[in-house]
């Protein structure tokens, strides 16, 4: 019998439970790097401060899915298919026309990039050139996905993508309708770049299980979103702007705000990370692009509050805010609607899953973990007009 075959636990003697599989190393990879005391951060060998100052969202795709940046005729190459990828198959714009205009954004997402699937050749062919070229498919459409279904909700005729431009233009552009500013482009670009990819996070571990059966990339990016959608992951972003309004509306202190749900032992959305010990580095540079765009934007307050809320955090729990907290403001000034945000945080962190995907079909092993089980055992059966 092979080794692998032979090796199992025995759970009567298993000693504890690693509850939400805390400090577990499942995989090995080369996407990324996380120093959680440090507070430091890498993609594929680069530094996220390096990738912030000088890359495009473009060059991160490349680099996530080969390990390496792209010569000058690479990235044309690349730009070339992922603008040429943008349109949606007519009955996925169909699903989003028939879908209620109340449904939830991430949701709508997930079902439409779920669609997509049955518009892609089966999964036959297993060459890296395949994978990576589906890869673009689905990160091509995503924002297509996502400014269509905006628009199609208000009332509004949908965009049809261009076929130039990077994915941070054609995005706001499909989204407003009109051109955006070079500085909304960039500060998009950077949103893109800051959110591709973190390790073993909830929806990229859920992406590489669903791969670990052979299963196909949709129904990977699929089960992704579903995770991702939740506000201990992604969805906190659209929880901190909630957050932020709400202060607003009930005209709350925002010191006042944080302590009452503290002490309801609530938590505050945007705060708190299993990796990092300190200030995850992208909500640094978050933060500087938070209070610059909220003045520029007339939306100061909402970034006062936000710095009294992260002192009040530092101050009352010794915890610090994660990517999803400064990006809710970022967004918020550039005028998105805060249930577009975990969307927008998708749209990128679908080139870290696809990267994750191509590795693990690369190297695969089912993912099985155990439970222990805690249930009784060998009860009689009893008939049901007796129970
Ligand atoms: C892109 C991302 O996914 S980043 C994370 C986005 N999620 C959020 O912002 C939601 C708020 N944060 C949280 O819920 C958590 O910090 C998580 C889910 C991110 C991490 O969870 P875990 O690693 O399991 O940490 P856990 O929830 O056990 O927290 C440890 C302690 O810190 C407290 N804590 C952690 N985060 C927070 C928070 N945001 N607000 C208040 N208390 C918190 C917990 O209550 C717990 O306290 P205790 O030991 O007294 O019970
Ligand atoms: O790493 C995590 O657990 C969550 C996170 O910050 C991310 O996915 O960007």
Known sequence: ?????????????????????????????????????????????????????????????????????????????????????????????????????????????????????????????????????????????????????????????????????????????????????????????LCLILHAEHGMNASTFTNRTICSTESDMYSSITGAIGALKGPLHGGANQAVMNMLLDIEENDADPVEYIKERLDDKQKVMGFGH????????????????SDQLSRETGHEKLYEWSEAILETMKSEKGIDPNVDFFSATVYYSMGISPDLYTCIFAMSRVSGWTGHYIEQAENNRLVRPRALYVGEKDLPWVPVEER
Request: with cysteine; net charge negative; aromatic share 8%.
């Open 1 to 189: 019998m092979a080794e692998s075959l032979k090796e199992d636990i025995d759970l009567s003697k298993y000693p504890h439970i690693n509850k939400g599989l805390a400090g577990i190393v499942a995989f090995s990879s080369t996407k990324s790097f996380i120093d959680g005391q440090e507070g430091k951060l890498i993609y594929a060998g680069y530094n996220i401060d390096t990738l912030a100052e000088n890359a495009t969202f473009e060059e991160v795709c490349f680099l996530l899915w080969n390990d390496r940046l792209p010569n000058k005729a690479e990235l044309d190459e690349l730009n070339n298919k992922l603008q040429n990828n943008r349109d949606l198959p007519e009955a996925v714009l169909n699903y989003l026309k028939s879908t209620s205009s109340n449904a939830e954004p991430m949701s709508v997402l997930r079902t439409a990039v779920s669609m997509l699937s049955d518009f892609h050749e089966v999964e036959a062919d297993t060459s890296k050139e395949f994978r990576i070229n589906k890869a673009i498919s689905i990160t091509s459409k995503m924002p297509t996905i996502i400014a269509a279904y905006d628009r199609i909700r208000n009332g509004k005729e949908v965009v049809a993508p261009l076929s130039e431009k990077n994915t941070a233009f054609n995005f706001l552009y499909m989204l407003n309708g009109e051109e955006p500013g070079e500085q909304a482009e960039k500060t998009m670009d």
């Open 274 to 289: 299993r990796v990092y010990k300190t200030m995850d580095p992208r909500a640094r540079i978050l933060r500087g692009m």
